[in-house]
């Protein structure tokens, strides 16, 4: 079965630093997403992506952060100088197309800033 | 602002018995609202959808009833299984395609 593939599972990262997380879609799916989780929260959203260009964000998704899909199959968050509260578990999803729902979910990337 | 929320964070069933989750929202542009479930270290995974202009749909053991009245969504599970114990979240979005807004999430235990 197809699946979202996120790497790495686990990065620490000292404050200050840029890091950037790393997608994989589904090879066919035309919308791209960033979710966050901070530990015992609920999922929050951070910005979609669709032909080329950010469709939508959150007020979350400041000038900090930024996204890019270099090469027609990565899908990146980059985050430019990582605050201590940045840390939380950054899930990748990606979608078919309009008209479905069914978003799929990578696992996860746990970001700890120190 | 706009909110989804859950009524209970945890319910704990035994094997076999259905459960029911419940899930409260606010903004009542949502077109669609979805339920979700998270094993513990997995992302979020799909269970069933259903759009504003329905009331209930199922699906394979399944159930989403809709009550737009009252702005409140339930997942029906029904002969739960040890395999269903997770965190259930509901989300709602105003379209296909846009942003998913999550709830806070109930975890579910299945004890034997």
């Known amino acids: 079965e197809p699946e979202v593939t996120q790497t790495p599972s686990h990065q620490v990262t000292q404050m200050g630093q840029e890091v950037i997380l790393r997608c994989v879609p589904i090879?066919?799916?035309?919308?791209f997403y960033w979710y966050r989780q901070i530990l015992g929260q609920k999922v929050e959203f951070l910005v979609s992506f669709y032909n080329n260009e950010i469709s939508e964000k959150s007020e979350i998704f400041d000038d900090q952060f930024s996204v890019e899909r270099p090469d027609g199959s990565n899908f990146t968050l980059k985050i430019r100088s990582t605050k201590l509260e940045d840390s939380a578990m950054y899930f990748c999803?990606?979608?078919?197309?309009?008209?479905?729902?069914?978003?799929?979910f990578g696992q996860g990337t746990r970001l700890t800033v120190v | 602002g706009e909110s989804v929320g859950l009524h209970l964070p945890t319910l704990s069933v035994q094997e076999g018995d259905n459960s029911i989750i419940n899930c409260a929202y606010s903004n009542s542009a949502s077109d669609y609202f979805i339920w979700y479930k998270q094993e513990s270290g997995k992302g979020p995974q799909f269970i069933i959808d259903?759009?504003?202009?329905?009331d209930k749909r199922q699906g394979q053991r399944v159930t989403v009833l809709l009550n737009k009245t009252v702005k409140h969504l339930s997942l029906q599970i029904a002969a739960t299984q040890p395999g269903d114990s997770a965190v259930y979240f509901c989300?709602?979005?105003?379209?296909?395609?846009?942003?998913?807004?999550f709830g806070k999430g109930t975890s579910l235990l299945v004890t034997p």
């Open positions: 989300a709602e979005s105003s379209n296909s395609g846009y942003a998913l807004n």
């Open positions: 090879s066919n799916h035309l919308y």
């Open positions: 999803a990606s979608l078919l197309t309009r008209g479905v729902t069914e978003a799929f």
């Open positions: 259903i759009r504003s202009n329905m």
